[in-house]
């Protein structure tokens, strides 16, 4: 069935260092990605998104690559903060339910 | 701040009570969602409602039973609710049922004794 997963679901990084966190997708009909980061004790929070007709995307510190010949997406952080701990969640949506649906998460931990 | 509040953020039952959470939200959003988070498992969709037409049931048991009485609020009232059903569940908004840009409020977290 349609899943997304994460290859990670870890990530411990050095602050000032540069986090990627990867996420897998198995469906090949959607055609809009978002990653959600969500903070102890909070709920998720909208980060940047990308549409299939783009391979990438930059916001503040954060880039995202979609590489929809392998169904694979990425957030990059640059020079991770402390503020940047959380879970990051991938989420998919398109085709025909239109339904979006969200990854296990990774924990991102940064050491100071 | 998101512009969407929950209410109680901790709540503790029994199997035998009855419970609402509820969800406010301020952004003058159409679409509203309840999410259940549990622990190592992604985020799963339970309903959904779009203009307070509920549009979306996700095979959700009888012992959830959402309302929408406008807009800008959302219910969810327990009954009868088992262990398992202990979790952070989350209400969230989006301008509108197409939108994948979702607005989390900050969850109840619930435990059923």
């Known amino acids: 069935g349609e899943s997304v997963g994460l290859h990670l679901p870890t990530l411990s990084v050095q602050e000032g260092d540069n986090s990627i966190i990867n996420c897998a997708y198995s469906?090949?009909?959607?055609?809009?990605f978002i990653w959600y980061k969500q903070e102890s004790g909070k709920g998720p929070q909208f980060i940047i998104d990308?549409?299939?007709?783009?391979d990438k995307r930059q916001g503040q510190r954060v880039t995202v690559l979609l590489n929809k010949t392998v169904k694979h997406l990425s957030l990059q952080i640059a020079a991770t903060q402390p503020g940047d701990s959380a879970v990051y969640f991938c989420?998919?949506?398109?085709?025909?339910?239109?339904?979006?649906?969200f990854g296990t998460g990774t924990l991102l931990a940064v050491q100071p | 701040e998101t512009g969407v509040t929950q209410t109680p953020r901790h709540l503790v039952m029994g199997m035998t009570n009855k419970k609402s959470l509820k969800c406010e939200q301020h952004?003058?959003?159409?679409?509203m969602y309840w999410y259940k988070q549990s622990a190592k498992k992604p985020l799963e969709l339970m309903f959904v409602?779009?203009?307070?037409?509920?549009?979306e049931n996700n095979s959700v048991p009888s012992r959830f039973s959402p309302e929408c009485p406008n807009s800008s609020h959302l219910f969810l009232h327990l009954h009868t609710l088992q262990p398992e059903d202990s979790a952070l569940y989350l209400c969230?908004?989006?301008?509108?049922?197409?939108?994948?840009?979702?607005?989390f409020g900050e969850g109840s977290r619930l435990t059923v004794l």
């Open positions: 969230a908004s989006s301008q509108d049922r197409a939108s994948g840009e979702l607005f």
């Open positions: 989420a998919e949506t398109g085709g025909a339910t239109n339904k979006l649906i």
């Open positions: 409602y779009n203009f307070k037409e509920q549009t």
């Open positions: 469906n090949s009909a959607s055609d809009y």
């Open positions: 952004l003058g959003h159409n679409a």
């Open positions: 990308i549409r299939s007709n783009m």
